[in-house]
């Protein structure tokens, strides 16, 4: 595809309209939505008011007049219907990471001991495997992991508590089948948690048709909440006042203004709140989130991921056509891959310093260290574009060919890579 055939495809492009609907740096060719989705418009307008009108001149009248306290809730509902969930069921809270803890605790608390291993991959989020740990051990259980997802299914009998997937792989972007791995953890008798950090608002996501037990997801990411956002929290309904969750603070109490003294859980997911919700971030997140409904308007979520797998496609043949030493380290059979690619290079190239250099020319992936480093580029298909696509590639061979990424600076490393 040359970059005459990539305007071609922009202007047949659906979704198009949304790119303006985004604050991107004029020339930046932006591929890291997969790991800080980009601002919105309208964002800073919207914590503006919060900030001055609702904080500044409402004050504390705001928990109710503006709505503050229902504004959890009135964000999971507007996830709910992009991750196959129904409004009522999805709490907006915390981070993936305290999010994560609260539904495997309850998962193995379900499970009542009966049960000593929580299953998951080695190449999960680090942040997923280290929560998992932490609660197995709480519980007298043990984590498990698989070296690849093949090995999944020899995991799945009378000894597994728990199957704990992240269902797009934040490496290699594999996609799991959801449906499938949760039956095949079900009929073992264990219970499947979901991380949808690498999904929500990318690919098609059915967490009632699947019959998922718990999930979570991130809102800094495809949804574009801002850093840092609030994550959110899905359990199924069949499991909702059996168990506590762990973090049993006030706002998931039956009733937080009553003050009793003891802990009564709130019905449904109201019970996953646990302390006072962040507004500012909150309201960031809503604003965001008002760019999904346009989305639904212009083809919901089959043109969202029609065009994540023409981009990542795209993606991976012009990287074949004009990069034969580089590899497509993800899924090459698009129904088996998210809304990104990782490549890897040659021994002898350094990885990181390739991606400063394709950074100090306008294109903006990431680097990921590992067996093998990895180059790593999120195709957000609510803003970007197909000429984005054939610049990134046209910046990548040019930083390969001119040995650019050599020059002194590139290899420095900042805290956050
Ligand atoms: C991004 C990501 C997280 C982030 O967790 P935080 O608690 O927000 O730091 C967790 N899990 C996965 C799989 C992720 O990709």
């Known amino acids: 595809m040359n970059r005459h055939d990539a305007e071609q495809l922009d202007a047949q492009d659906p979704l198009a309209?949304?790119?303006q609907h985004f604050h991107l740096p004029e020339g930046l060719v932006y591929l890291d939505g997969n790991s800080l989705g980009a601002l919105p418009k309208a964002t800073p307008d919207r914590v503006r008011r919060t900030i001055k009108q609702e904080w500044g001149q409402d004050l504390i009248g705001s928990w109710n007049t503006a709505g503050w306290i229902d504004m959890p809730r009135r964000l999971g509902d507007r996830i709910a219907p992009w991750i196959g969930a129904r409004a009522g069921e999805v709490l907006v809270a915390d981070s993936t990471s305290v999010n994560l803890y609260k539904v495997l605790h309850a998962a193995l608390q379900l499970q009542q001991g009966q049960r000593k291993r929580v299953v998951s991959e080695r190449s999960n989020f680090p942040t997923d495997n280290y929560i998992a740990q932490s609660v197995?051990?709480?519980?007298?259980?043990?984590?498990?992991?698989?070296?690849?997802p093949e090995d999944i299914p020899s995991l799945l009998d009378e000894r597994c508590a728990v199957l704990m997937l992240t269902h797009v792989n934040y490496r290699s972007g594999r996609m799991h089948d959801m449906g499938l791995l949760t039956r095949w953890a079900q009929q073992a008798g264990a219970l499947a948690v979901w991380d949808l950090a690498h999904s929500a608002g990318a690919v098609p996501v059915d967490l009632l048709g699947s019959a998922a037990d718990f999930a979570v997801g991130c809102g800094y990411k495809y949804l574009n909440g801002g850093p840092g956002a609030p994550a959110f929290v899905w359990a199924h309904p069949r499991h909702q006042g059996q168990v506590w969750q762990p973090l049993t603070g006030w706002l998931g109490h039956a009733a937080p203004f009553a003050?009793?003294?003891?802990?009564?859980?709130?019905?449904?997911i109201q019970q996953d709140q646990c302390g006072t919700p962040p507004i500012l971030a909150l309201a960031a997140l809503e604003s965001a989130l008002d760019v999904f409904d346009i989305a639904r308007q212009l083809g919901g979520m089959s043109a969202i991921r029609a065009k994540s797998v023409a981009l990542t496609e795209a993606?991976?043949?012009?990287?074949?056509?004009?990069l034969p030493q580089v590899r497509v380290e993800s899924p090459r059979a698009s129904a088996q891959r998210g809304s990104q690619v990782a490549l890897s290079l040659p021994a002898e190239v350094d990885t990181y310093a390739v991606m400063q250099a394709l950074i100090s020319r306008g294109v903006v992936g990431d680097f990921r260290d590992g067996?093998?480093?990895?180059?790593?580029?999120g195709f957000t298909p609510l803003?970007?574009?197909?000429t984005d696509v054939v610049d990134a590639v046209a910046a990548l061979q040019d930083v390969l060919t001119s040995g650019d990424w050599q020059a002194p600076g590139f290899q420095r490393k900042?805290?956050?890579?």
Do not use: M, N, W
Not at 136 to 148: I, P
Not at 315 to 322: R, Y
């Open 371 to 377: 067996e093998p480093p990895l180059l790593r580029f």
């Open 17 to 19: 309209p949304l790119r």
């Open 315 to 322: 993606f991976i043949a012009a990287v074949d056509a004009a």
């Open 136 to 148: 197995a051990r709480a519980h007298g259980s043990e984590l498990v992991l698989v070296d690849t």
């Open 414 to 417: 900042g805290k956050v890579t």
């Open 383 to 386: 803003y970007t574009r197909h």
């Open 259 to 268: 003050f009793t003294p003891d802990y009564q859980p709130a019905p449904g």
